[in-house]
Every structure is written in structure tokens, then in C-alpha cells.
Nanobody
Framework: VQLQASGGGLVQAGGSLLLSCSAS????????GKWYRQAPGKQRDLVAS???????NYADFVKGRFTISSDNTKKTVYLQMNSLEPEDTAAYYC???????????????WGQGTQVTVSS
């Protein structure tokens, strides 16, 4: 399975973006999803995560502004980003853990980065 990340772009401070991370196969069931971000010259940081039961966790620097969700019918993990700040500028990467229907093997896949640029 491949992951397709989309939704990045250029937005003014205070604006919103919705990132999507979609699996290429309909027979792939998402167990958990995570979004990371990496700014130039910096390490990749975990932004948000969601489990199969819907439990979510957020980095302190996005709490109250970002929301992670998943939809297994659409095979997609989302990251709703509100009240964006210039410091949120980075390439955003999704990571999904799941398995194919009827199989027990767990697979972890990364999507390609999608660039988010927030202007002041």
C-alpha cells in the first residue's frame, strides 16, 4: 500500500488547512496514524497521533489548534490545522500503521511530505 499526502499550501497566519493522508488500497485497514513535521535544518517532530480506538495525542505546540482524525471507510487520516502560525511552517509527513483485511501482519507506511508555509 502507498500513502498519498495532500492539502499543504501557503496560508496567512491565523488561517487553516486540512491535510489528508490516503491509502492506495481499499483492502487496507488503518490501525493508527501519526503526523510529523520537519522544518529545514531541524529534526522531525511528532505532531499528533490517533489510535484504532480513536484516542488522540498532540504535541504541546499544537494543542487546541490541530485535530487529527481518521476515516477507515475512506482509508484516510486527516490533520485539521487552525490558527496557523509562521512557526508551523514545515514539511508534514504522515505515518500509518495497519493491515490488509484477512491478514495479521502489521504494516507501517510513510507518505511523502506535503509543504505547509504560513506567512506572517
Amino acid at each position: 500500500v502507498q500513502l498519498q499526502a495532500s492539502g499543504g499550501g501557503l496560508v496567512q497566519a491565523g488561517g487553516s488547512l486540512l491535510l489528508s493522508c490516503s491509502a492506495s488500497r481499499t483492502d487496507f485497514m488503518i490501525n493508527a496514524g501519526k503526523w510529523y513535521r520537519q522544518a529545514p535544518g531541524k529534526q522531525r517532530d511528532l505532531v499528533a497521533s490517533i489510535t484504532a480506538s480513536g484516542d488522540t495525542n498532540y504535541a504541546d505546540f499544537v494543542k487546541g489548534r490541530f485535530t487529527i482524525s481518521s476515516d477507515n471507510t475512506k482509508k484516510t487520516v486527516y490533520l485539521q490545522m487552525n490558527s496557523l502560525e509562521p512557526e508551523d511552517t514545515a514539511a508534514y509527513y504522515c505515518n500509518v500503521v495497519g493491515r490488509y483485511y484477512g491478514r495479521s501482519q502489521i504494516n507501517s507506511r510513510w507518505g511523502q511530505g506535503t509543504q505547509v508555509t504560513v506567512s506572517s
